[in-house]
């Protein structure tokens, strides 16, 4: 499996420098890192869990992971990469605790999905976004994103939404670079597709 | 090129990943075929919509609350 690139030597992330401070004792810097990264945590465990109060907990679980963990934090990734492993396993452990018993991977309805990839191939109107509000458009997009298995789902997030780089989202989430790209593509063309129900360019004079 | 070959090249196209050879290719296919633009371009515009768009917010309520229950349990050391 492919690893994380190491930083440049003479680049440090601003981030090691942070960390560094904890470790020596000053909690502020970790109030810094926190605040830093919070909103994208519970972002990612709102993605993966899909309710509010079990991402509540999840964010609060992995920072406070992440802190007991510190030292374990090698600085050949980012540290933001790895608290966002940290926050994806939680979230899965979260969701196994939902499903009492059941068992919840990343791998999980992606199997099933392998294959064709649907194709709608009308075009959407201009700036296709101005014809809801931001409340119709937020609901459209959550109600899209959740339609996709989860496997999708997160590689799609960590990648596109959040950031991270193919080899970045294989290292968080255990899979191949080929894997990550494979669900990458599925997931980019499903939501294209589903999103086209909405943004589709309408014929004539119609709204 | 075909289709099928254009779409497997999509994701390194959008991602600007592709080589100076397989973008002219690529360029080649799309000049003739109006479904693979529409489909580069409306996935273009997926990616670009999510980035955009924030579907998860925290509250700045509930942020500080979450924010002021780890920082006080990371002070008892967890």
Not at chain 1, 136 to 162: C, H, M, N, S, Y
Request: charged share 35%; aromatic share 6%; with cysteine.
């Amino acid at each position: 499996m492919a690893t994380i690139q190491p930083i440049a030597e003479n680049e440090q992330h601003p981030d090691v420098a942070l960390v560094e401070r904890v470790r020596a004792g000053d909690i502020s810097a970790y109030d810094t890192l926190v605040r830093k990264y919070d909103r994208q945590v519970f972002r990612i465990a709102q993605h993966i869990t899909q309710n509010r109060e079990d991402a509540e907990d999840v964010m609060q679980d992995a920072f406070l992971k992440a802190y007991e963990k510190l030292d374990q934090f090698q600085g050949n990734s980012k540290f933001y990469t790895w608290l966002v492993r940290i926050a994806v396993n939680e979230s899965l452990m979260r969701l196994r605790k939902r499903r009492t018993g059941k068992m919840v991977s990343i791998d999980e309805d992606v199997e099933t999905e392998e294959g064709s990839v649907p194709r709608d191939l009308a075009d959407w109107a201009p700036d296709p976004e101005q014809n809801y509000t931001q409340a119709e458009l937020a609901e459209i997009l959550r109600k899209t994103i959740q339609g996709l298995p989860q496997g999708f789902r997160v590689v799609f997030v960590l990648r596109d939404v959040e950031g991270l780089s193919t080899e970045e989202t294989a290292e968080t989430l255990g899979l191949s670079v080929p894997a990550v790209k494979s669900r990458l593509l599925r997931a980019r063309l499903q939501l294209r597709e589903r999103l086209t129900r909405y943004f589709r360019r309408k014929k004539g004079g119609e709204k | 090129m075909t289709c099928t070959e254009f779409l497997a090249q999509l994701d390194d196209l959008i991602d600007d990943v592709v080589t100076t050879q397989m973008r002219a290719d690529l360029k080649e296919h799309l000049r003739g075929c109006e479904h693979c633009e529409v489909t580069l371009n409306t996935t273009r515009k997926t990616i670009e919509i999510y980035r955009s768009h924030e579907i998860y917010e925290l509250p700045t309520g509930l942020r500080e609350r979450l924010h002021k229950a780890i920082m006080e349990r990371c002070k008892k050391g967890c």
